[in-house]
């Protein structure tokens, strides 16, 4: 089954095989040693932040790592600013109602992009706001997010950057300094291409460094991972032994295969394959090319076909694609490009998009 969802994605043998390596324990130096490694190796995919952040990384969803970002980072005086124009945006505004943490909500449409003068109209508005927090790519729709401008207003305001790189980290442009990023959350099983069940947050070391202050978590308290994790090795709690094997797979092949950029490029063609069939079967696409990630893009469904239709034929041939959300669920239907896809998968797959539109029609 070829997985077309935003993740979990279709594995590799390599990483599939590393599952089988065997039975540890959390709480031996073995793994202590793996997870300082893993956590180098998280910070290190972006040769820029290598030097000035440092990785955790915790047994749970990518959610799990945005909560533990937000309620770690995010400040309980002042206030962050939450620019969201998508299902995962408002998330974290959720999360930090649910903490209690103040906080504004700028909530832009689905799919518009990020509105530079109503965010500047909103700080000056909310004086009191400190910290500004988004998601960089937006899989609500597949929008990647302009952060080189929201960034920069940041750098002019100086206003941290808490960023949602869930579904971004490992195959689009992260740029550290320039954004005034503070901290960004990941996960193993998206653009990383390992098993679910593992997430990260990479946070500047002077956060880490700073006097630990009260968070509203026992499980998602970052402090207490770092403070294990960059010590003795060992995490407050248990980790996902097998699914750290599969993540320290999943990396080297990353790496090996020339990093992030080559992935993003590899994302790319896959992407124009499948729009050009599409395109060619009069299939809209929701935004406008040049909008997309290289991760996921959303096409308008032919009105003559449910997504369940679309949905079940594509399964039947070995292919999983993904509902819109919310008010988008009945309108279009997404397919990301991540995972262990092979050339002869695509062409099957733009074979039975052909078939399942055209017999449609």
């Not at 540890?24 to 820029?48: D, M, Q, S, V």
């Not at 518009?112 to 909103?122: G, H, I, K």
């Not at 910290?131 to 960034?151: F, K, M, P, S, Y």
């Not at 550290?176 to 959350?185: F, I, K, Q, Y």
């Amino acid at each position: 089954m070829i997985l077309l969802n935003p993740g979990p994605v279709s594995l590799s043998e390599r990483v599939r095989g590393a599952l089988t390596s065997g039975d540890w324990c959390h709480r031996e130096p073995e793994f202590a040693e793996l997870t300082r490694k893993i956590n180098a190796e998280l910070a290190g995919i972006y040769p820029e932040m290598q030097d000035e952040f440092a990785a955790v990384m915790m047994t749970g969803s990518g959610t799990s790592a945005v909560e533990a970002m937000l309620v770690t980072f995010a400040p309980d005086d002042g206030g962050t600013l939450v620019v969201a124009n998508g299902v995962y945006g408002e998330r974290m505004a959720r999360i930090l109602a649910a903490h209690r943490k103040p906080h504004e909500l700028l909530q832009l449409t689905w799919t518009s992009p990020l509105d530079m003068d109503a965010v500047l109209a909103t700080l000056d508005r909310h004086a009191e706001i400190t910290h500004v927090a988004t998601v960089h790519h937006e899989t609500t729709t597949g929008r990647l997010n302009d952060i080189d401008a929201l960034g920069a207003l940041c750098c002019d305001r100086n206003l941290p950057m808490l960023l949602d790189g869930v579904s971004s980290f490992g195959a689009e442009r992260i740029d550290p300094a320039n954004w005034n990023l503070e901290a960004v959350a990941g996960t193993a099983n998206k653009c990383l291409h390992g098993v679910p069940g593992l997430s990260f947050v990479i946070g500047r070391q002077r956060l880490w460094d700073q006097p630990r202050r009260d968070v509203s978590s026992v499980y998602l308290n970052l402090y207490g991972y770092y403070a294990g994790q960059h010590g003795d090795g060992f995490s407050p709690f248990t980790q996902s032994v097998q699914v750290a094997f599969a993540l320290r797979e999943a990396i080297a092949e990353l790496r090996e295969a020339g990093g992030w950029q080559a992935r993003r490029e590899t994302y790319r063609q896959r992407a124009a394959k499948i729009h050009e069939t599409l395109s060619s079967l009069g299939v809209d696409s929701l935004l406008h090319t040049n909008e997309y990630s290289c991760v996921l893009r959303s096409y308008l469904l032919p009105e003559s076909l449910s997504y369940m239709a679309l949905h079940d034929e594509l399964k039947a041939q070995g292919f999983v694609i993904y509902a819109g959300q919310g008010e988008l669920a009945k309108r279009v239907f997404r397919l990301a490009y991540m995972g262990d896809i092979r050339q002869a998968d695509l062409d099957a797959l733009c074979s039975a998009l052909q078939t399942a539109i055209s017999r449609a029609r």
